[in-house]
């Protein structure tokens, strides 16, 4: 057994490392990850690579998608105030290990193993290399974030601090038509759905949905417009080259799906959608023009409407949203967890995380006393 750390992923055989991380998450896919070391997404903004590989003899055996973070941006488990609490004793906080998707708050699998191999036993080895790492190089702290459910159970097993979180998702319960959809939600909530659609239609704009190979560079640059005008209207940083959309359009075109919206000739907006084996993923969206419910349409039914469509049994339309909630995405449990350096702080981050939970899992059993569907179809 032998650990390597890579810093670039694209010196690694995509056949080797999509081995360890399966087919039906995207965001883990080799394609994906090269994708932003490739397109200036990640060192520019804090994001290092130093992705962990497990090896006997030759063959690559586990693995973590690993990065050296020197702030907390684009994680969205929010920890700035972990952060301030370290500065105010004199402590530095950065740099830390964060094992993640950038920019992407989809849950997923952290620890990729091999499936031959016992996932018990490598986990383990994972997380041992990464710690001893963590602390050989002076890091406040090793965070493994929107981790899966085999993953999450993991860490409990070795009594990490988790963090709970909350999302909203679409659970497909063998819809045949958004219409079908439809008749599981109570009369109010379906009216307003009908309602929001009809007025889109009503202002002469038209949806299309094109897949990476549909997309032509005109269309890109029309989509990245879109992407960088949220960031301009809302503050923050569009962290995602045009180069980088147009690189995974080749390299995963149909995993990548993106929704226009026209009025007349013009494109007015878009929203872009990542798909798995069985999970639709919502991320960005960007509009020229205000539009009554256009947002509705196009980050929500058109995405319910290709789950239906296409057999898809989630849809994760991204982080926050309360408002999600009317159209059919129930609260979910999201988790994360941490390990931390320095002792005290390690004591005191538990105890603020098991707090945390209780007040979360209340925050996520009052929000689905608003569930939208019919008592006989609550899932």
């Known amino acids: 057994m032998r650990a390597e750390w890579a810093e670039r992923l694209a010196r690694i055989d995509a056949a080797d490392w999509n081995r360890l991380a399966g087919t039906a998450n995207p965001f883990v896919q080799h394609a994906f990850l090269v994708a932003l070391e490739n397109n200036r997404c990640l060192e520019e903004y804090g994001w290092y690579p130093r992705h962990l590989l ?39 906080y950065y740099p830390k290990l964060v094992v993640a998707i950038p920019y992407t708050p989809a849950t997923g699998p952290r620890l990729l193993i091999a499936p031959a191999r016992d996932y018990a036993t490598y986990s383990q080895l994972l997380i041992a290399h990464a710690t001893r790492y963590a602390q050989d190089n002076g890091m406040s702290s090793l965070h493994w974030l929107f981790t899966d459910a085999r993953d999450t159970q993991r860490f409990r097993e070795l009594n990490y601090p988790l963090r709970l979180g909350c999302q909203f998702h679409w659970t497909n319960q ?186 979360m899992q209340h925050y996520i059993n009052s929000l689905m006393a608003h569930s939208p569907f019919r008592k006989t179809d609550r899932t």
């Open 174 to 359: 063998g819809y045949t038509s958004f219409e079908h959809f439809l008749q599981a939600l109570n009369a109010q909530k379906r009216k307003q759905i009908k309602r929001e659609r009809r007025r889109v239609a009503e202002q002469d704009i038209r949806l299309e949905i094109r897949h990476g190979d549909e997309m032509s560079e005109a269309h890109w640059q029309i989509y990245h417009d879109f992407y960088t005008s949220t960031f301009d209207r809302k503050s923050g940083m569009a962290t995602l080259s045009r180069e980088f959309f147009q690189e995974i359009g080749r390299t995963m075109p149909r995993s990548v799906v993106v929704v226009f919206a026209r009025h007349g000739a013009d494109y007015v907006a878009s929203a872009f959608c990542v798909r798995g084996a069985d999970t639709l993923y919502g991320r960005h969206w960007g509009c020229r023009d205000e539009y009554h419910s256009l947002h509705f349409e196009a980050c929500y039914y058109q995405g319910l409407e290709y789950c239906i469509t296409q057999g898809l049994q989630r849809f994760e339309p991204g982080a926050q949203g309360e408002h999600k909630i009317s159209r059919g995405f129930l609260p979910t449990p999201t988790w994360s967890a941490h390990w931390i350096a320095d002792p005290q702080f390690r004591e005191a981050i538990a105890h603020y995380t098991q707090h945390e939970e209780l007040g």
């Open 54 to 92: 497990l090896y006997e003899e030759q063959e690559l055996v586990a693995a973590m998608p690993l990065y050296i973070k020197d702030n907390s941006y684009g994680e969205l488990v929010f920890d700035w105030a972990w952060a301030d609490a370290y500065h105010r004793q004199g402590l530095k």
